[in-house]
């Protein structure tokens, strides 16, 4: 995995600047999310490394699937792409893209697992407050695992706050053994 985010990060890191340059952040990362959604089909990683499909109209396949508000800029990308026979890593270029659209823009993606489903009004609240402390728009995905018992546990990239009742009673019973 590391070989293909090494070969994708400047492909992506191009793409962003050539983005953000037009103001073209949003379309740029759907075209591109779209183009790594249709390669990541079975179907088509077979025309992939086929020799009876020539680099030219898997770029124009791509472009297709791409959209019509395709800029010039994306479709010189996935041609680039298919003359280098790099089609195959969209997927990785669409995630490395992604985070540098998060960060320039201050969006931080937040898992919330709790118990039991959170309501509309505590995610609002819960969002709030993780704003503040980051600093950033959080975008928060709630997720239910009621082996957690009660509580919650928040993941926001490498930070992990556990605050379930769980882990509470792991803990309890480790100092209680220990």
């Known amino acids: 995995m590391a070989d293909r985010l090494t070969i994708a990060r400047p492909y992506a890191k191009a793409a962003f600047a ?18 790594a959604a249709a390669v990541s089909d079975e179907r088509v990683k077979h025309l992939l490394g086929s020799p009876k499909v020539t680099a030219a109209q898997l770029a124009d396949f791509i472009c297709d699937i791409a959209g019509s508000d395709l800029s010039d800029n994306g479709r010189r990308f996935f041609r680039l792409l298919a003359d ?7 997927p990785e270029i669409s995630r490395v893209f992604d985070q540098l659209k998060d960060d320039a823009e201050g969006v931080i993606d937040v898992t ?4 039991a489903p959170m309501a509309a009004g505590e995610q609002g609240a819960l969002a709030a407050s993780l704003e503040k402390r980051f600093g950033r728009k959080v975008r928060v995905h709630a997720e239910v695992d009621p082996e957690l018992l009660g509580g ?23 100092e209680l053994t220990a």
């Open 152 to 174: 919650a546990t928040v993941r926001a990239g490498d930070l992990v706050i556990d605050g379930s009742l769980k882990s509470r009673l792991e803990r309890l019973a480790y």
């Open 18 to 35: 050539t983005a953000q340059a037009t103001s073209r952040l949003g379309p740029a990362s759907l075209a591109i999310a779209r183009g």
């Open 112 to 115: 919330v697992t709790s118990a």
């Open 84 to 90: 280098n026979k790099r089609l195959g890593f969209l």
